[in-house]
């Protein structure tokens, strides 16, 4: 119980242990399809790791003796994430106000049982639970990651693993950059050419590629099944030379310039006088909002050095407009903060002091301080990956902090939560999205998910020991730091 991470807001062990019989079964306390899924996820993951049949069954009057139970409660102290879970010898009972409770709860006690269960072949032998209370619930709402598969494309049953690992640790937003320079990688099915034009190549000519209409519901839907919204972001004014190549029209010049296959950032524009571009965001958020159950649309907006000042600002007001027509809250990095903005805009800090100026205009901000939560950073002058423009994070930097007093002017109330972007111009495979998301991803999830109070870099260090047992088990390539004592 001392290996978790997340760290539990609340944890009593009592020193006992429940041993998971090869009799045991699963009951769920209602016939709720949600329950069920939710007992069979568990049984999935426990059966690979036991061997056991752990039948998935609608609970009868007194049967919980040597069984897990599952069950939706009527108390909402711990809000929609937070559950309760109580081991004793005789029995394991996990409670939640709503369903997403259960399953963070069922990823906590997946971290129970010891780490060679990981591994899929089964294990046939006496499978241990430490016992004890666990009273636990997030500190933010927002808990993500980024992943960007524009500068090299990944393929859906590789970002469907990334999934798994990200439930695994509780974040509940996977960010998916799906457009830049060098990629367009979602099918439009209005302006066809930016998918087929457009994705046709990455950095280096490599990984070219995209998502058809389908494949990426398919991917959404996964993640869903995982309490993981997916965050689509178009990129726009600027990284926007894939969608420039494919359509000369929406260009100022009406001539398209060539697909881009280096690294630079900051040099392309859409033409922000041309009403032909106000049809291509209409038709690309339409598209996509049709394609994404949640909320949020994220319209980019970084690093348009290319676009003048007040043209940036008229753009970037008018495509708000537009997300808000197809019933979507709009999203963008900092920079967004210079246009007038809707209380219910988000804005991503990651660099500069434009998050202050999103506050006061009443916007809330998620925070990804690049020097911090930056997951494409190097760790150090000897990482094989990365860059270092925000400097070298290791594994303590990427802890160490407190998203309350990481920016003055942005307190606890304003910050909706935390992600950490993993820029792929150095990446092309999954084992390098592994190399350096974690251990750091951990780090960041905990930030997230627990109070500021129980966290702590000497007494975490070594907890994350434990979890480079169960990445081994996993096979991911993580990343040896010398700060963590494996
Ligand atoms: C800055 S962070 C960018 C990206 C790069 C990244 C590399 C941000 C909003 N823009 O275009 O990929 O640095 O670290």
Same mark, same amino acid.
């Given at each position: 119980?001392?290996?978790l991470s997340p760290k539990p807001a609340? &944890?009593?062990?009592? +020193?006992?242990?429940?041993?998971?019989?090869?009799?045991?079964?699963?009951?769920?306390?209602?016939?709720?399809?949600?329950?069920?899924?939710?007992?069979?996820?568990?049984?999935?993951?426990?059966?690979?790791?036991?061997?056991? &049949?752990?039948?998935?069954?609608?609970?009868? &009057?007194?049967?919980?003796?040597?069984?897990?139970?599952?069950?939706?409660?009527?108390?909402?102290?711990l809000g929609a994430e937070g559950y309760?879970?109580?081991? !004793?010898?005789?029995?394991?009972?996990?409670?939640?106000?709503?369903?997403a409770g259960?399953f963070y709860?069922?990823q906590t006690?997946?971290q129970?049982?010891?780490?060679? !269960?990981?591994?899929?072949?089964?294990?046939?032998?006496? /499978?241990?639970?430490?016992? +004890?209370?666990?009273?636990d619930a997030p500190r933010f709402a927002w808990r993500g990651t980024m992943l960007?598969?524009?500068?090299?494309?990944?393929?859906?049953?590789?970002?469907?693993?990334y999934v798994?690992l990200l439930a695994a640790y509780k974040l509940n937003r996977l960010h998916?950059?799906?457009?830049?320079?060098? +990629? *367009?990688?979602?099918?439009?099915?209005?302006?066809?050419?930016?998918? !087929?034009?457009?994705?046709?190549?990455?950095?280096?000519?490599?990984?070219?590629?995209?998502?058809?209409?389908?494949?990426?519901?398919?991917?959404?839907?996964?993640a869903?099944?995982r309490y993981i919204v997916?965050v689509?972001?178009?990129?726009?004014? +600027?990284?926007?030379?894939?969608?420039?190549?494919?359509?000369?029209?929406?260009? /100022?010049?009406?001539?398209?310039?060539?697909?881009?296959?280096?690294?630079?950032?900051?040099?392309?524009?859409? /033409?922000?006088?041309?009403?032909? !571009?106000?049809?291509?965001?209409?038709?690309?958020?339409?598209?996509?909002?049709?394609?994404?159950?949640?909320?949020y649309? =994220?319209?980019?907006?970084?690093?348009?050095?290319?676009?003048?000042?007040?043209?940036?600002?008229?753009?970037?007001?008018?495509?708000?407009?537009?997300?808000?027509?197809?019933?979507?809250?709009?999203m963008? *990095?900092?920079?967004?903060?210079?246009?007038?903005?809707?209380?219910?805009?988000i804005?991503q800090h990651w660099?500069?002091?434009?998050?202050?100026?999103?506050?006061?205009?009443?916007?809330r901000v998620i925070l990804s301080p690049? =020097?911090k939560a930056y997951l494409?950073?190097?760790?150090?002058?000897?990482?094989?990956?990365?860059?270092?423009?925000?400097?070298?994070v290791?594994v303590?930097d990427a802890y160490n902090w407190d998203p309350a007093t990481q920016i003055?002017?942005v307190t606890e109330q304003d910050i909706l939560g935390v992600e950490a972007p993993l *820029?792929?111009?150095?990446?092309?495979?999954?084992?390098?999205?592994?190399?350096?998301a974690f251990p750091r991803l951990a780090g960041i999830a905990e930030i997230g998910w627990s109070p500021q109070a129980v966290r702590d870099w000497?007494?975490y260090?070594?907890r994350l020991? &434990?979890h480079?047992?169960? *990445?081994?088990?996993?096979?991911?390539?993580?990343?040896?730091?010398?700060?963590?004592?494996?």
């Open positions: 119980m001392d290996n609340f &944890a009593a062990p009592t +020193g006992e242990k429940f041993i998971l019989s090869p009799t045991a079964q699963i009951l769920v306390e209602s016939p709720m399809p949600e329950l069920l899924r939710l007992g069979n996820f568990l049984a999935d993951a426990l059966r690979d790791a036991t061997g056991y &049949a752990l039948p998935v069954s609608v609970k009868r &009057a007194a049967e919980t003796r040597n069984n897990i139970s599952l069950a939706l409660d009527a108390d909402a102290t309760t879970l109580n081991i !004793t010898p005789e029995a394991v009972a996990l409670k939640a106000h709503r369903a259960l709860g069922i006690l997946r129970l049982l010891p780490p060679a !269960t990981e591994n899929a072949a089964p294990q046939n032998r006496a /499978c241990e639970i430490a016992c +004890g209370i666990l009273r960007d598969v524009a500068r090299h494309f990944f393929k859906v049953e590789e970002v469907k693993r798994d998916l950059h799906l457009t830049d320079d060098q +990629g *367009w990688r979602i099918e439009i099915k209005t302006w066809d050419k930016l998918a !087929t034009i457009g994705g046709s190549t990455g950095v280096n000519g490599k990984n070219g590629g995209y998502y058809t209409q389908d494949e990426y519901r398919e991917l959404v839907a996964y869903a099944e997916v689509p972001e178009i990129d726009m004014p +600027g990284h926007t030379n894939a969608a420039l190549a494919s359509y000369p029209d929406l260009n /100022c010049s009406g001539s398209a310039p060539a697909l881009y296959t280096g690294t630079d950032v900051g040099f392309s524009s859409l /033409c922000i006088d041309k009403e032909i !571009t106000y049809q291509f965001v209409d038709d690309v958020v339409r598209e996509l909002a049709a394609l994404t159950p949640s909320a649309i =994220h319209i980019g907006g970084d690093e348009a050095h290319a676009t003048d000042k007040d043209a940036y600002v008229r753009f970037i007001e008018r495509v708000q407009q537009i997300v808000h027509a197809h019933g979507k809250q709009m963008g *990095w900092e920079e967004i903060a210079q246009a007038q903005l809707s209380p219910q805009t804005v660099f500069s002091d434009h998050a202050a100026q999103a506050v006061r205009q009443g916007a690049a =020097h494409d950073m190097q760790y150090n002058e000897t990482s094989p990956l990365g860059l270092h423009w925000a400097g070298y290791e303590q003055e002017g *820029w792929s111009e150095t990446l092309t495979t999954l084992s390098d999205i592994e190399y350096m000497s007494e260090r070594q020991a &434990a480079g047992a169960r *990445w081994t088990q996993l096979g991911i390539n993580f990343y040896r730091s010398p700060q963590v004592p494996w």
